[in-house]
C-alpha cells in the first residue's frame, strides 16, 4: 500500500520559512483534506511532495521514494494542481495522449478517463475553447490517466457546476474506497467535510491538527441540541431540573447549549413534555476549523472602524 510520507518537511524561500519542520503521513483507503488559511504553506507542501521544488531539509517520499526517483510517475502519483496545465491549442485527447505516450499508459485509458470525467464529448475540441469546469475535468482526467495509487487533488470542484461539484465527491469517495491515497487541498470546507475522513492542517507552514474528522470537530465544537415544542414552560422546567438551559430562537426552535441528543430526549420523555422535533446539532468543520486557525491567518481582511 501507497502513503505520502512527509518527515521533518521544510523549505525557506530567502528569509520566508514556507514549511516549517512538517511531519504527517497520508494513508490509503481514505481521503485526507489538506487544509490551512491563504499562504499556510499546502502548494508548498504538495510541490515538495510532487519533486516541482527542493525541501531546505527533511524529506517528502510517496510509498518510501522520492517522486524524481519513481519510473514513469503518473503511473504511481496523479495531481492536479492547476486546470489550465494543457496546452490551449491542444485537443483534449492529444493532451491525455501525449502524457499517456510518456508514462508507457495504454492508450485505452485515455478513452476511458474522458469518459469517466464527462468529457468525451469534447473530445476533439481545443481546450482553449473550455469552460472552467471542463478544464477541470480534463486535469482530473490527467490525474487518473495512469491508474495511480496516488491521487492529489487542489481545489477539485473549483468552477464545477452543482451535479459536478456532487460527482467530485462521488468520486473522492470511490478512489478511498478502491484503497488509494488520496489527498485533497480546499478552502471549501463543507464540501471537504463531505468527502474527507482525515485531516490535516496548517498554519503559517506548521502542523496544527492530523485527526480524523469526526474527532477534529467533536474536540472543538460543543454539541447543542435543537427542539420545538409546544410546550416551552414544560421544556425549559425539565431541563433545568437536570442543569441545562434553553435558549429560544426567532424560529420557533429552542437550543440546548452543551448537551447531547440522547441526554435530552431522556429527560424530555420522562418529564412528559410534548415534542414536535428533536435534533443533535453536532457543529460543522467550518466552525472547528475557524476555531483552530483564528489566531494563525496570516491575511485577514479588518472592517474599517466607524468613525465618530
Ligand atoms: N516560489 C516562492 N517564492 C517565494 N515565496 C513563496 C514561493 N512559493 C510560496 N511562497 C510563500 O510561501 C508561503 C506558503 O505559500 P503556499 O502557496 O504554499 O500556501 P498555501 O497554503 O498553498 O496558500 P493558498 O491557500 O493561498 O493557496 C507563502 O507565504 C508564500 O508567499
Same mark, same amino acid.
Given at each position: 500500500?501507497?502513503?505520502?510520507?512527509?518527515?521533518?518537511?521544510?523549505?525557506?524561500?530567502?528569509?520566508?520559512?514556507? $514549511?516549517?519542520?512538517?511531519?504527517?503521513?497520508?494513508?490509503?483507503?481514505?481521503?485526507?483534506?489538506?487544509?490551512?488559511?491563504?499562504? @499556510?504553506?499546502?502548494?508548498?507542501?504538495?510541490?515538495?511532495?510532487?519533486?516541482?521544488?527542493?525541501?531546505?531539509?527533511?524529506?517528502?517520499?510517496?510509498?518510501?521514494?522520492?517522486?524524481?526517483?519513481?519510473?514513469?510517475?503518473?503511473?504511481?502519483?496523479?495531481?492536479?494542481?492547476?486546470?489550465?496545465?494543457?496546452?490551449?491549442? #491542444?485537443? @483534449?485527447?492529444?493532451?491525455? #495522449?501525449?502524457?499517456?505516450?510518456?508514462?508507457?499508459?495504454?492508450?485505452?485509458?485515455?478513452?476511458?478517463?474522458?469518459?469517466?470525467?464527462?468529457? @468525451?464529448? $469534447?473530445?476533439?475540441?481545443?481546450?482553449?475553447?473550455?469552460?472552467?469546469?471542463?478544464?477541470?475535468?480534463?486535469?482530473? @482526467?490527467?490525474?487518473?490517466?495512469?491508474?495511480?495509487?496516488?491521487?492529489?487533488?487542489?481545489?477539485?470542484?473549483?468552477?464545477?457546476?452543482?451535479?459536478?461539484?456532487? =460527482?467530485?465527491?462521488?468520486?473522492?469517495?470511490?478512489?478511498?474506497?478502491?484503497?488509494?491515497?488520496?489527498?485533497?487541498?480546499?478552502?471549501?470546507?463543507?464540501?471537504?467535510?463531505?468527502?474527507?475522513?482525515?485531516?490535516?492542517?496548517?498554519?503559517?507552514?506548521?502542523?496544527?491538527?492530523?485527526?480524523?474528522?469526526?474527532?477534529?470537530?467533536?474536540?472543538?465544537?460543543?454539541? #447543542? $441540541?435543537?427542539?420545538?415544542?409546544?410546550?416551552?414552560?414544560?421544556?425549559?422546567?425539565?431541563?433545568?431540573?437536570?442543569?441545562?438551559?434553553?435558549?429560544?430562537?426567532?424560529?420557533?426552535? =429552542?437550543?440546548?447549549?452543551?448537551?447531547?441528543?440522547?441526554?435530552?430526549?431522556?429527560?424530555?420523555?420522562?418529564?412528559?413534555?410534548?415534542?414536535?422535533?428533536?435534533?443533535?446539532?453536532?457543529?460543522?468543520?467550518?466552525?472547528?476549523?475557524?476555531?483552530?486557525?483564528?489566531?494563525?491567518?496570516?491575511?485577514?481582511?479588518?472592517?474599517?472602524?466607524?468613525?465618530?
Amino acid at each position: 500500500m501507497t502513503s505520502i510520507d512527509v518527515q521533518n518537511l521544510t523549505k525557506e524561500y530567502g528569509t520566508r520559512r514556507a $514549511v516549517d519542520d512538517l511531519t504527517f503521513t497520508v494513508r490509503p483507503g481514505g481521503v485526507t483534506g489538506f487544509l490551512g488559511p491563504n499562504g @499556510a504553506g499546502k502548494s508548498t507542501t504538495v510541490r515538495l511532495v510532487l519533486g516541482l521544488d527542493r525541501p531546505t531539509s527533511g524529506t517528502a517520499t510517496v510509498g518510501g521514494r522520492a517522486y524524481t526517483a519513481l519510473h514513469e510517475p503518473l503511473r504511481h502519483v496523479g495531481a492536479l494542481l492547476d486546470a489550465d496545465a494543457a496546452h490551449g491549442s #491542444r485537443t @483534449a485527447r492529444d493532451h491525455l #495522449r501525449v502524457l499517456a505516450l510518456s508514462n508507457r499508459v495504454p492508450a485505452r485509458r485515455v478513452d476511458e478517463v474522458m469518459e469517466e470525467t464527462g468529457i @468525451a464529448s $469534447v473530445a476533439h475540441r481545443r481546450v482553449k475553447t473550455y469552460s472552467l469546469g471542463m478544464r477541470q475535468r480534463l486535469g482530473i @482526467a490527467a490525474a487518473l490517466l495512469g491508474d495511480p495509487g496516488v491521487v492529489i487533488l487542489d481545489e477539485p470542484s473549483n468552477g464545477l457546476d452543482p451535479e459536478g461539484i456532487i =460527482w467530485v465527491r462521488e468520486l473522492l469517495r470511490r478512489l478511498a474506497a478502491e484503497g488509494r491515497t488520496v489527498l485533497v487541498s480546499s478552502h471549501l470546507m463543507n464540501e471537504t467535510a463531505s468527502f474527507a475522513d482525515h485531516l490535516v492542517v496548517l498554519g503559517r507552514g506548521r502542523l496544527l491538527a492530523d485527526t480524523p474528522m469526526r474527532e477534529f470537530i467533536d474536540a472543538r465544537v460543543r454539541p #447543542r $441540541v435543537r427542539v420545538r415544542t409546544p410546550d416551552p414552560t414544560a421544556l425549559k422546567a425539565a431541563l433545568a431540573r437536570h442543569g441545562h438551559d434553553a435558549v429560544e430562537h426567532e424560529d420557533g426552535y =429552542w437550543t440546548v447549549h452543551h448537551a447531547r441528543v440522547d441526554d435530552v430526549g431522556r429527560i424530555v420523555s420522562g418529564a412528559g413534555v410534548p415534542v414536535l422535533e428533536l435534533a443533535a446539532d453536532q457543529g460543522t468543520l467550518e466552525q472547528a476549523y475557524l476555531d483552530l486557525t483564528a489566531t494563525e491567518t496570516e491575511f485577514t481582511a479588518h472592517p474599517k472602524e466607524a468613525r465618530p
